[in-house]
């Protein structure tokens, strides 16, 4: 069973940072695109940033320049550090992954949610 596990949210004072971690584990044969999302109350969830096997990667204009993905493939591990943070970054984040099972055929997964919370 493939499950992604993400740490790292909390609370900040507006213009600091923050580091998201997510790994998936599980019987995983390949993972393609490695993403964040984040959802605000009352609000669409929305991709922040995503990136792909071969490291391309893009970000939602509000967050370039301040976010920064990584991905560590041998570890099946996205982060994403968050610089310069602004309250209208408070939102729960999600991390998304398209995985292929040993036993299965390509999918999605989501992580459980942490919640980033920035104040001003």
């Known amino acids: 069973q493939v499950q992604l596990v993400e740490s790292g949210g909390g609370l900040v004072q507006a213009g600091g940072s923050l580091r998201l971690s997510c790994a998936a584990s599980g019987s995983i044969l390949s993972i393609r695109a490695m993403g964040w999302y984040r959802q605000a109350p009352g609000k669409q969830r929305e991709l922040v940033a995503a990136?792909?096997?071969?490291?391309?990667?893009n970000y939602v204009d509000s967050v370039k320049g301040r976010f920064t993905i990584s991905r560590d493939n041998p570890k099946n591990t996205v982060y994403l550090q968050m610089n310069s943070l602004k309250p209208e970054d408070t939102a729960a984040y999600y991390c998304n992954a398209e995985i292929r099972p040993l036993y299965g055929s390509w999918d999605d997964y989501w992580g459980q949610g942490t919640q980033v919370t920035v104040s001003s």
């Open positions: 990136m792909t096997s071969g490291g391309r990667s």
